[in-house]
């Protein structure tokens, strides 16, 4: 029986979550769920992307990935699922999927589009303010289920895409951007470990703030200091020993990194 992932903006409070769960159980008993996060920032697309992109690689293939952070619900966006690289997604077309299609369409994997248009793999009732669960888990239930994808609606090729934003190489370096603030206050950056060809010897600038030097981990330095390091999944970080880097620097999802070899 096949994984399904969720990634929603809806939090533990109101309950939101175990009803996606509910409805799963309902119609496919021994699916597998996992929770890969609920706490992305209400209706942030950017941030669920990144979070859902991350957590891909760890996850079996054929994994179905229910993502919803869902601004647009019950307007004309489409909900969508979708077969990318041997895994499946289903949420919102809105470019909650962006990563995944780029990445796929860098490696020529072929990509598969969805519409949810068939009612017959939906909930009796639809809501205009609810599709996660009356489109999207059951979509993501009939999946795991056997259900082929194709029988869920009709295919599309213009799926939406948000922009992510790549490290620029510079004279004296790359220009990177943050693209993900964890709960630690911890600064992640676009720029991979591999673009620095091994060197250790950088200057990364920040908000005016400059770090020298890449160490292991955290507690290579004193508590109070700012680090640049590689995080786990292999990118450049900045952190603030035993503190959070991004409330003392005031940055944000977006902000400029100089790094000067």
Same mark, same amino acid.
């Given at each position: 029986m096949p994984v399904i992932s969720l990634t929603t903006d809806f939090g533990i409070k109101d309950g939101f979550t175990g009803v996606l769960k509910g409805v799963i159980w309902g119609i496919c008993p021994g699916a597998q769920i996992a929770d890969i996060t609920h706490s992305i920032a209400p209706q942030n697309v950017f941030e669920g992307a990144m979070a859902l992109y991350r957590a891909v690689p760890f996850f079996p293939m054929g994994t179905i990935h229910l993502a919803v952070v869902d601004p647009g619900v019950g307007t004309k966006r489409r909900p969508m699922a979708a077969k990318i690289g041997g895994n499946y997604f289903v949420g919102p077309d809105n470019g909650l999927f962006t990563p995944m299609i780029a990445e796929a369409e860098a490696n020529k994997q072929e990509a598969v589009f969805v519409h949810l248009d068939n009612p017959a $793999?939906?909930?009796?009732?639809?809501?205009?303010?609810?599709?996660?669960?009356?489109?999207?888990?059951?979509?993501?239930?009939?999946?795991?289920?056997?259900?082929?994808?194709?029988?869920?609606?009709?295919?599309? $090729?213009?799926?939406?895409?948000?922009?992510?934003?790549?490290?620029?190489?510079?004279?004296?370096?790359?220009?990177?951007?943050?693209?993900?603030?964890?709960? $630690?206050?911890?600064?992640?950056?676009?720029?991979?470990?591999?673009?620095?060809?091994?060197?250790?010897?950088?200057?990364?600038?920040?908000?005016?703030?400059?770090?020298?030097?890449?160490?292991?981990? $955290?507690?290579?330095?004193?508590?109070?200091?700012?680090?640049?390091?590689?995080?786990?999944?292999?990118?450049?970080?900045?952190?603030?020993?035993?503190?959070?880097?991004?409330?003392?620097?005031?940055?944000?999802?977006?902000?400029?990194?100089?790094?000067?070899?």
């Open positions: $793999y939906w909930l009796a009732d639809v809501s205009h303010t609810f599709h996660g669960r009356d489109i999207f888990a059951p979509a993501a239930a009939h999946l795991a289920c056997g259900v082929e994808l194709d029988a869920l609606g009709s295919r599309f $090729y213009d799926a939406v895409q948000i922009h992510l934003p790549r490290p620029e190489p510079t004279e004296t370096g790359w220009e990177a951007h943050v693209t993900v603030i964890d709960t $630690y206050g911890n600064i992640t950056t676009d720029l991979k470990n591999e673009q620095l060809r091994g060197r250790r010897d950088v200057r990364f600038c920040l908000r005016e703030r400059e770090i020298t030097g890449l160490v292991d981990s $955290y507690g290579w330095r004193d508590k109070g200091e700012l680090v640049a390091l590689v995080d786990s999944e292999g990118y450049i970080e900045i952190a603030l020993v035993n503190g959070s880097a991004a409330e003392l620097l005031g940055a944000q999802v977006g902000d400029l990194v100089s790094v000067t070899l």
